[in-house]
Every structure is written in C-alpha cells, then in structure tokens.
Nanobody, 120 residues
Framework: QLQASGGGLVQAGGSLRLSCAAS????????MGWFRQAPGEEREFVAA????????YYAGSVKGRFTISRDNAKSTVYLQMDSLSPEDTAVYHC???????????????WGQGTQFTVSS
C-alpha cells in the first residue's frame, strides 16, 4: 500500500516536498516514481528512481526543478519540487514497479494521490 502526503497550496516560484510511505517489507525491491494528473488532462509521468536510488529520470517538463529520492530504511520516496508554476497543479500519485526502465508504462502498485495547487 502506498500513501502520498504533502500536498497543499503554494505560491508560484515556491517549493514543496511530497512523501509517499509504503507498507510491507518489499519496498526496497521496487523502482518507485511519481505521476500527476491535472483536471481534464491525461495522467503524466513525472519521475522514477531505481530500487537502490542509484538512478533517476524525469519528464522533460520537470527536469531541473524536481528531485526524486528514497529512503529504503523508512520505506518512503520523496519528490522535492522547486520553482513551481501553476502548470504543476495536479493530483500527484506515487507508484511502484518491477520495471524501472519502462516505469512510465509498467506499474505494479498505485497509491492514493495528494493534491496541491500552485497559485500565480
């Protein structure tokens, strides 16, 4: 089970960190990542991190502004978001996958989302 948290309201240019806590003892075996879905839009891949945190990749729209990380001892994955813009407003979901390379298309577990809004 995946539970995301950290949403809220932030001003444009600000920062926010999302967390996703996983239950179970197999967290460290999975690649983890984040997706987002804005109102009226399709779901969009945001970022992924390998099982040991040694590799990451990002959507072009967030690269350089967002940073994904994980703490396997706490079974938690994080998404640090900087230089936020109103276009980042969405519901953010964390997900787990056995397929890091194809994370955009292959997810095994999907978490409850957390909403945040960036005001202009």
């Amino acid at each position: 089970q995946l539970q995301a948290s950290g949403g809220g309201l932030v001003q444009a240019g600000g920062s926010l960190r999302l967390s996703c806590a996983a239950s179970g003892r197999t967290f460290s075996r999975y690649a983890m990542g984040w997706f987002r879905q804005a109102p009226g839009e399709e779901r969009e891949f945001v970022a992924a991190i390998s099982w040991n945190g040694g590799s990451t990749y990002y959507a072009g729209s967030v690269k350089g502004r967002f940073t994904i990380s994980r703490d396997n001892a706490k079974s938690t994955v994080y998404l640090q978001m900087d230089s936020l813009s109103p276009e980042d407003t969405a519901v953010y979901h964390c997900a787990a996958s056995n397929d890091y390379v194809n994370f955009r298309r292959v997810t095994d577990y999907w978490g409850q989302g957390t909403q945040f809004t960036v005001s202009s």
